[in-house]
């Protein structure tokens, strides 16, 4: 009878260990699966921030690039038209009359009223001396026989608008490219060239004031491989070469398009977007560093870390608790009970640390919302609660005015409208948070669909460094 009991309680005690093993290994094997889940998504999420980053910067150098090379079209065409009054000008005096550097001045002067420090006119006879200049510059006497616009008119006679390569000026000393256009008798003899000299620091000084972020640059190249103008870095670049670059591989590919690449001028990591100017055989291309939001990677996967670290230390420490009192519930069915509530208030701590997990992620020090095209709130984060109290609630879906108040509300519609207009704003505010007062520095950036809509604008205020 002992045997038997002795017997029995060992098959007991074998079971219960069997028992309390099947349950540790499966609570292990959940728990992992669990945190690789976790860490799962939150790779994915910072992941999908980080694609979602480098498309908005990309989204922003396509029109960027776009809106640059209309700028420059825009300006070779009043260049162009000046060379076309200059050019039928100087074909109606004759050849002998050419000859006189006051009467070509004259001319050159009148017909290039358009012309500003920017570019000047000068006109160079059919041997490649120059004649006389729109802005007085001493080259009569000069060879230009050299230049390749010269000997490109000289061979054909139809060769139109013709734009060089980047070069440095011989007389003026500067660093330029050059339009051009050729000089006809009714007979098609050949009576010269006249040259349009194109400061290019004047186009990378309008590049420089154009520059939204430090991390931008813009570059205006010749169909040559050769850089025209450049911002950041205009001196350095002149002229340089890109023939072997990336680009060439993409620009041959479609005349118009982005990629990706190491700037051979800085050796920074920026997706680019070009776009053709025209039918003058340059291109405009924008790049924008991809450690403009890169950087925030290591900030994010530093958050997540700790988020993920709180999840994993709440299962681990209920883990261990719950694995300790399974055994002891199996053992005696008096404590049944007590683990039972020792479940539950492990369970209540794991939900705990997945709140306070949440909370960290919800509650970065930043007013993120979204605002559709007729003003209304679609979204908001709930560092409003703040501002608005428990109204920050029910804020989805009312109107700026609403939420905000008249007041704030007429103090910001230059900057609303802006953003509606699909203009990218930035501005600070001074916000009452509680009784004392905070300046936040807001961006608008606008949300535009493919065929140019301004869908609405998203909403970011940070708390201002000032």
């Known amino acids: 009878m002992l045997g038997g009991e002795a017997s029995g309680s060992s098959i007991s005690e074998h079971m219960l260990r069997s028992s309390y093993a099947q349950f540790k290994k499966r609570f292990i094997l959940s728990s992992s699966l669990l945190i690789a889940l976790l860490a799962a998504l939150i790779s994915w999420k910072i ?14 150098t396509r029109s960027f690039s776009r809106a640059m090379s209309a700028h420059v079209e825009s300006e070779m065409r009043v260049i162009d038209l000046s060379l076309l009054r200059s050019a039928e000008a100087l074909e109606a005096l004759g050849a002998q ?35 006389a200049a729109s802005n007085g510059l001493p080259i009569a006497g000069v060879s230009f026989a050299d230049r390749e616009y010269f000997r490109t ?23 330029l490219f050059f339009l051009s256009r050729g000089v006809f008798s009714p007979e098609r003899e050949f009576l010269g060239v006249v040259v349009a000299s194109v400061d290019a620091a004047a186009i990378a000084s309008v590049f420089g004031s154009a520059l939204f972020q430090p991390t931008l640059s813009i570059t205006l190249l010749h169909a040559s491989g050769k850089i025209v103008a450049r911002v950041p870095l205009f001196e350095q670049s002149f002229a340089t070469s890109l023939f072997n670059a990336d680009f060439y591989r993409h620009w041959k590919a479609a005349s118009n398009g982005n990629y990706e690449a190491r700037s051979p001028i800085d050796g920074q990591q920026r997706v680019f977007s070009y776009q053709k100017v025209g039918d003058t055989g ?7 560093a991809v450690d403009s939001w890169r950087r925030a990677i290591p900030r994010d996967g530093a958050i997540a870390a700790g988020a993920l670290g709180i999840v994993v230390l709440a299962l681990v420490l209920s883990g261990r608790f719950a694995l300790r009192n399974i055994l ?17 208030t492990a369970r209540d701590e794991r939900a705990r640390g997945e709140k306070r997990a949440r909370m960290i992620a919800d509650t970065l020090p930043a007013l993120v919302s979204y605002v559709d095209a007729s003003e209304r709130y679609v979204f908001h984060n709930s560092l409003y609660r703040t501002l608005l109290g428990p109204a920050a609630d029910q804020m989805d879906g009312c109107s700026m005015r609403d939420v905000l108040g008249p007041e704030i509300h007429a103090s910001i519609v230059p900057e609303v409208r802006a953003a509606l207009g699909g203009a990218r704003v930035s501005f600070e505010r001074a916000v009452n948070v509680g009784p004392s007062q905070r300046c936040f520095k807001f961006e608008y950036t606008p949300d535009v669909d493919e065929s140019g809509k301004t869908l609405g604008f998203t909403r970011w205020g940070s708390t201002s460094p000032k």
Request: a neutral charge.
């Open 47 to 60: 992941a999908a921030g980080v694609q979602a980053d480098r498309d908005a910067a990309l989204d922003r």
């Open 282 to 288: 340059l291109v405009v291309i924008v790049g924008i």
């Open 153 to 175: 008119h000289l061979k054909d006679d139809g060769a139109g608008l013709y734009v060089g390569e980047p070069q440095w000026g011989r007389v003026s000393g500067r660093r």
């Open 97 to 131: 009359a050419l000859k006189n550097k006051q009467r070509a001045q004259q001319i050159l002067t009148t017909s290039a009223s358009d012309s500003d420090t920017s570019f000047w006119i000068h006109f160079i006879d059919a041997h490649g001396v120059g004649v």
């Open 328 to 344: 002891r519930l199996e053992l005696s069915h008096a404590e049944q009970q007590r683990l039972n509530a020792e479940l539950r």
